[in-house]
């Protein structure tokens, strides 16, 4: 029997609803689109193509994936994040929009300064926040930290990809365990850190419960943890005037705002997310 690209679209489509998928007509393309290696356009231009009985195989092997709740990042493998496309897999959390709000708070803090000095981001998985920071600022270098080698793999991939991998060092460590501070300095450190409390890990969307790497989503507890070392460990490696720069939880601020010491940070704000949800800390140490 012979099989459209329209054809299989619909039957795609009608296997991610049943499934609850909520965007069943776009990942469906998305899927087709990746598979074939055509952009959306080729799909509407070309519906009537056939598609051979292998293409056939692989699209339904891939939508059955997505039906049973794999992400649709982890079955392409891609995720766009600042403009730039990053590899993504399921050692390393997917690169949200809400994300790139960090990058462009620590973009401006970064403006006036001399862009030989050096940003580290701690955590950092596919690698988005760092690249993305130094894939902006060309002369700046960077060493980012991630307690998983299999992330930092990912990352140094994506680092290749984006032309930056001679200005960044990755470090396999726990935080800033493998760093010492009177040869590690940096003008700017960010972290995206594990923040999810234990009780709100049942209540996460199935894609992310049951796919995205745990360490990288909850420390456990009140899911402060990490943020706490943050607090206390980031100011022996940032320069005198220096930043910190986190993401939060969408109901962290008031408990983060009272880890805040006041003689060792300034808060400079708690930047808004796209939501207007309190998402990014920016401190300045004093």
Not at 89 to 105: A, F, G, H, K, N
Not at 262 to 270: F, H, K, M, N, S
């Amino acid at each position: 029997m012979n099989f459209t690209i329209a054809q299989a679209l619909v039957e795609a489509t009608q296997m991610l609803r049943r499934a609850g998928v909520a965007e069943a007509r776009r990942d469906a393309a998305t899927l087709l689109a990746h598979l074939i290696g055509r952009d959306q356009t080729f799909l509407i231009a070309h519906a009537e193509r056939e598609l051979g009985a292998a293409e056939v195989t692989r699209y339904r092997a891939a939508v059955e994936r997505r039906v049973a709740g794999e992400p649709l990042q982890y079955i392409t493998g891609h995720q766009e994040f600042f403009n730039l496309d990053f590899t993504v897999t399921p050692d390393v959390l997917i690169p949200r929009p809400d994300t790139e709000l960090l990058v462009e708070t620590a973009l401006e803090l970064l403006k006036e300064k001399d862009e030989r000095q050096a940003v580290c981001d701690v955590g950092t998985g596919s690698g988005c926040i760092i690249i993305s920071i130094l894939h902006e600022r060309r002369q700046m270098r960077g060493v980012a930290t991630d307690i998983s080698h299999d992330a930092l793999k990912v990352a140094a991939r994506n680092a290749v990809q984006h032309g930056v991998a001679s200005r960044l060092s990755l470090i396999n460590t726990d935080c800033f365990a493998a760093l010492k501070a009177e040869s590690a300095r940096f003008s700017l450190i960010a972290s995206n850190p594990p923040y999810v409390t234990e009780a709100a890990l049942p209540q996460l969307q199935r894609e992310v419960r049951e796919h995205e790497p745990r360490v990288a989503l909850s420390p456990g507890g009140d899911g402060l943890s990490v943020i706490k070392r943050l607090l206390l460990e980031a100011p022996d490696f940032l320069d005198a005037g220096g930043h910190l720069l986190m993401e939060i939880g969408y109901d962290q601020h008031e408990a983060v705002r009272g880890l805040i010491d006041a003689r060792v940070w300034t808060l400079l704000d708690i930047h808004k997310d796209i939501q207007g949800i309190p998402r990014t800390v920016a401190l300045r140490k004093n």
